[in-house]
């Protein structure tokens, strides 16, 4: 094998947080920071389609009053420097930068996080599947898991919720099978599966739901996370 520096595909593709290849070598998948999905034919090294079906839609309005909640809440924290005013100089200023980080909490709201934590293809190289994070405080983005049609670059499904959720739990882990059975891993090793093409739980787990059980009693009783799953990929 070689190594070899390649120029940024065409498209303006510059950076991402996720990478992925379909598992016929034909298609990389970059997903950026934002959430938007760049699928990148390897052939001819050009964006096929940029991916935003799985975020939500931003109108003017709404980034208008994103912008000013974002522009009350710093101002509020400015206001919460009480030393800003009584103390002049360097060393003013500097204890008055300690004041305020110690009087300032750091919520993980204001860190946020990618906008998609987790993608796969499936071994038949048909379905992509994402799943998006939950925004901060201040933003309209939803936690989901959402399936493309790699054939028409278009989005396929938005799964729902499992039985018992009205939102999406956070996902530690997911795999998707050549026979379209998408496998999710989330909170105390419950194991989810999907029929890909129904958009709908797969048997075994409606025979779980109806039993009200999230996992199989050997799966619940282990200790840790579940942080990977994987099929075979031969159907």
């Known amino acids: 094998w070689t190594l070899r520096k390649q120029d940024n595909p065409a498209g303006g593709v510059t950076c991402a947080h996720l990478l992925l290849f379909t598992p016929d070598g034909k298609v990389l998948v970059a997903v950026g920071v934002s959430g938007a999905v760049n699928v990148i034919d390897l052939e001819s090294w050009e964006v096929m389609q940029s991916l935003k079906a799985h975020l939500p839609k931003h109108s003017a309005a709404a980034s208008a009053l994103e912008k000013a909640a974002a ?33 300032v909490a750091v919520l993980s709201a204001d860190v946020g996080c990618p906008a998609v934590s987790h993608a796969c293809a499936s071994a038949d190289n048909q379905w992509l599947a994402l799943v998006t994070t939950r925004a901060g405080s201040s933003g309209r983005r939803a936690a989901g898991v959402h399936v493309y049609n790699l054939d028409t670059l278009k989005l396929h499904a938005s799964l729902p919720p499992p039985p018992g ?10 795999a998707l099978s050549a026979a379209g059975v998408l496998a999710l891993a989330v909170r105390d090793n419950a194991l989810l599966a999907y029929d890909i093409e129904s958009a709908q739980l797969a048997p075994w787990s409606s025979a779980l739901a109806a039993a009200s059980v999230a996992a199989p009693a050997e799966l619940a009783a282990l200790p840790g996370q579940i942080c990977g799953l994987s099929f075979d990929p031969t159907p």
Do not use: Q
């Open 71 to 103: 522009k009350d809440k710093a101002g509020k924290r400015k206001g919460t420097d009480p030393l800003a005013a009584k103390i002049g100089g360097a060393a003013g200023a500097s204890a008055a930068a300690g004041a305020v980080a110690r009087s």
């Open 165 to 174: 959720h009205a939102v999406w739990p956070p996902v530690a882990a997911m």
